[in-house]
């Protein structure tokens, strides 16, 4: 157990439609990055949250965004979702801004997506 | 892209020392070597890193050549958990980390 958690574990839901996954980080790590890991694509690097604040973009939609909260948690929200967009979804946390070379990121258990 | 290249598949006898190669022949001089590994479906999970020098931990050794273009994980006594994909990246820090196809590693009875 890496002490990240994601809900839900599964997610089933129709083209069109929006979702909302949620993360919440390991205790103490300001940190919080979102991957997408899909059959064809393998796992890829979408945002990272530090703080509260955006503080790097990877290969993100813009049909997603994402947000922290002041509690550290953090919210992936998927729009006009397509069937493509079924995935595995991860979430990571890790202590720093990720600007150190020890600041190991610490996965959670994802949560699949599946797009009818 | 990722930057380095990784065998497909292995396989290792369970109790046996496990020897995953990673070419990373382009790397910078201030790029470390991450190894992550993802069991079946679960989140990756972190393993070692190491810039020049020889490391290890309590779950494996991370030998990196000379010259910095290539690199060993050795698992020193492989067990059925230990099958996953296993991924080597090099970076200069732990943001957005970038995976390749990693290499699939099957530990048999």
């Known amino acids: 157990d890496s002490g990240v958690t994601q809900t839900p574990k599964h997610l089933i839901t129709a083209t069109g439609q929006r979702v909302t996954l949620r993360c919440s980080p390991r205790?103490?790590?300001?940190?919080v990055y979102w991957y997408q890991q899909s059959l064809d694509q393998g796992l890829q690097f979408l945002i990272q949250y530090y703080n509260g604040e955006e503080r790097a973009k990877g290969n993100i939609l813009e049909r997603f965004s994402a947000q922290q909260f002041p509690d550290l948690h953090s919210e992936l929200n998927l729009s006009s979702l397509e069937l493509g967009d079924s995935a595995l979804y991860f979430c990571?946390?890790?202590?720093?801004?990720?600007?150190?070379?020890?600041?190991?990121?610490?996965f959670g258990p994802g949560t699949r997506l599946t797009v009818l | 892209d990722a930057k380095t290249t990784q065998p497909t598949s292995m396989d290792c006898a369970e109790g046996r020392a496990a020897n995953l190669p990673c070419n990373h022949s382009t790397i910078s001089g201030n790029e470390y070597v991450y190894w992550y590994r993802q069991i079946h479906s679960q989140g990756p999970q972190y393993i070692i890193h190491g810039l020049k020098n020889n490391e290890t931990n309590e779950m494996a050794s991370l030998i990196i050549t000379e010259d910095r273009k290539s690199s060993t994980l050795i698992l020193p006594h492989a067990t059925l958990r230990d099958t996953a994909v296993y991924y080597c990246i090099v970076s200069p820090n732990t943001d957005k980390l970038i995976f390749g196809t990693g290499t699939r590693l099957q530990v048999f009875p």
């Open positions: 990571a946390s890790s202590v720093a801004d990720g600007g150190w070379t020890t600041d190991t990121q610490y």
């Open positions: 205790s103490g790590d300001l940190s």
